[in-house]
């Protein structure tokens, strides 16, 4: 097995890769780069970095580059790239549909703790008659009989 070293280029910013992976071969490792390209590029966006500008550079453990994996590459091979963006009006009927099943979940969540609230209550007074009623029995009274 050989190591591959995953060196990230950002833009211009370049990290490198100082550990590296065991890999049976070349083939193997740039599986592995395409799987963590798909993988980054969520984060990439939450931290407003454009995945397009990123790319792995592998190279071997002689430092001899192999192969430069251009993200925006990546998105092309699973056929993301060239599809239009969804108009403005439907982006923003999705988000009053998406509103619409957390307002309606909401009031689903504040209706079943209301409930389960008054259960408890319920069970809480049923509770505290049978503890009355131990008490009664436990004291030797009788309810509901005339003693003589």
């Known amino acids: 097995m050989a190591r591959y070293f995953f060196h990230f280029r950002n833009g211009e910013t370049l990290t490198p890769d100082h550990h590296g992976i065991e890999f ?3 083939d193997a490792a740039l599986s592995e780069a395409c799987k963590a390209a798909i993988a980054m590029w ?5 931290q407003r970095s454009e995945p397009t500008q990123c790319a792995f550079e592998i190279a071997d453990e002689s430092g001899n580059a192999l192969f430069v994996l251009p ?5 092309e091979r ?6 239009p963006a969804p108009p403005a009006s439907d982006l923003h009927a999705l988000l009053l ?16 703790l209301t409930s389960v609230r008054h259960s408890l209550a319920e ?18 009274t009788s309810t509901g009989a005339t003693q003589r």
């Open 24 to 26: 049976d071969s070349a």
């Open 71 to 75: 993200f925006a590459e990546v998105l």
């Open 42 to 46: 969520s984060e990439l966006l939450e």
């Open 123 to 140: 069970v809480r007074n049923l509770l505290d008659r049978l503890d009355s009623c131990t008490r009664l029995a436990g004291d030797g």
């Open 97 to 112: 549909h998406t509103h619409e099943r957390a307002v309606t979940a909401r009031t689903d969540v504040q209706s079943g």
């Open 78 to 83: 699973c056929g993301l790239r060239g599809r």
